[in-house]
């Protein structure tokens, strides 16, 4: 039986799409995906079918730039194979690509699969050495739509790595929320039930925003920032806007949702009765919440002696980690850290300046660390050599700079540390 080539019309679309679900089961034939060659044809693709006696019986089609085309499909009904369709599919193919200003056509063929014989009779070189990398993107675009309403991101998979010091810390967040996440068989078998729910508490600065979007960077899940001062305003449209925030995020397969701020949220409804309501509708939240594989809540606060007794209890967070200053390790962790991109004049001791650096936040070193590169700049435009950052400009640096902690303030932390903490 004789057949014919053509060009694709829309009368031809649904044999089209018949022949791509025949072959999907094929081992031979790597067929794309419908959605992908309807959206291709809709863009303008160059596409030509074969039919015999009217049936639609091989389909080749190509995707244009400029003067390059890559030929995205070559499919041909079992029935018809080694009968000359696939060379007459892609000799109607660059017949018509020619036409439209084409030079050069690339293809992309596993071994073996349909299409490969019809390419090399056709004159297709085949390159050697080359390899194919793919990625599969996790989310679905009903999930992407979730996380933009919210505010979401994906994050860098390397905060967790930039971490400085903290060793503490990192330590009791690896251990007791991101192992159990990475090994959920593991911790199924033993009998853990896996972490849904934390409260990070302490001093303002100390990192616990940091902390969070590490983690969710750690475990490669959407990152996305409940702010209370971007919900309404009023207290029972807040509740309202909390509930429809947990059960929209809850449809995602994972995610990290953080609420900095949270005793604004969930102040002892003692001391702001207004608030009742909110607070009424996190203690019914919390639990379902919880009830969600995939999710992770973590909330933040500075005044952790203030939010709702009730909040606070079993049930609702499963762990209460204190996240303090940084120590003289970490201290000194942050200044190898913060001097490591400078071009400093002869060695600076981190662990020298840690010890200048008593109550020092993150944010500190950091301000510290970039006033006496900004002292270095200004030497280096006023005289003809370039200047490098001394220890004199740092330590100078240093003096200029308010530690965040009080005395006062660490003190009130460790004392909170033994009221609150729940790990």
């Known amino acids: 039986m004789e057949f014919q080539v053509c060009d694709l019309t829309p009368a031809d679309l649904g044999a089209a799409v018949q022949l791509l679900e025949t072959l999907r089961p094929l081992p031979d034939s790597a067929p794309m995906e419908i959605a992908d060659f ?17 049936v639609l019986v091989g389909l ?4 244009v730039a400029g003067d390059r085309a890559w030929t ?19 000799r109607g193919l660059e017949n018509r690509l020619l036409h439209r200003g084409v030079r050069k056509i690339s293809a992309l063929l596993g071994p ?6 019809a390419l090399v009779n056709r004159g297709f070189t085949a390159t050697s050495g080359m390899v194919l990398y793919e990625k599969a993107l996790s989310l679905e675009p009903s999930e992407v739509r979730i ?3 919210w505010g979401g ?3 860098d998979g390397d905060l967790w790595e930039r971490l400085a010091g903290m060793e503490r810390e990192k330590s009791l967040i690896d251990q007791r929320i991101v192992a159990p996440l990475s090994d959920p068989a593991l911790a199924a078998r033993i009998g853990l039930r896996l972490p849904s729910t934390a409260l990070m508490f302490g001093p303002p600065g100390t990192g616990k925003t940091t902390f969070a979007r590490a983690l969710a960077s750690r475990l490669k899940w959407p990152f996305v920032e409940l702010l209370p001062s971007k919900l309404s305003s009023g207290e029972g449209t807040l509740a309202n806007e909390l509930r429809e925030a947990f059960v929209e995020l809850g449809r995602l397969d994972h995610a990290v949702v953080f609420i900095d701020e949270f005793d604004e949220i969930a ?39 203030t939010i709702d007794p009730a909040v606070l209890r079993p049930g609702r967070f499963d762990l209460l980690i204190g996240i303090g200053p940084p120590n003289l390790t970490a201290l000194s962790a942050l200044w190898q850290q913060a001097l490591e991109p400078m071009t400093v004049k002869g060695r600076i001791d981190p662990e020298f300046l840690a010890g200048r650096c008593v109550g020092f936040t993150p ?58 903490e729940r790990i």
């Open 363 to 420: 944010g500190d070193v950091d301000l510290a660390a970039q006033r006496a590169a900004a002292e270095a700049f200004a030497r280096g435009r006023d005289e003809e050599e370039s200047a490098m950052v001394t220890l004199e400009d740092v330590l100078a640096a240093v003096e200029r700079t308010r530690p965040s902690i009080t005395p006062d303030m660490l003190e009130a932390f460790n004392s909170e540390v033994v009221a609150f």
């Open 38 to 54: 309807i959206a291709d044809i809709n863009d303008g693709a160059t596409s030509v079918v074969a039919l015999a006696n009217g």
């Open 147 to 149: 996380i933009d309403k």
């Open 153 to 155: 991101q994906i994050l």
């Open 72 to 90: 995205q499909l070559v499919a041909i009904s079992p029935d018809w194979r080694k009968q000359g369709v696939g060379s007459a599919l892609a």
């Open 267 to 305: 102040p002892a409804r003692e001391s702001r009765p207004a608030s009742a309501g909110v607070v009424n509708e996190l203690l019914k939240s919390l639990p379902e919440f919880r009830q969600r594989p995939g999710k992770l809540l973590i909330c933040a606060t500075n005044f952790v002696e």
């Open 112 to 117: 073996g699969t349909v299409g490969e014989q």
């Open 60 to 63: 080749a089609s190509a995707r």
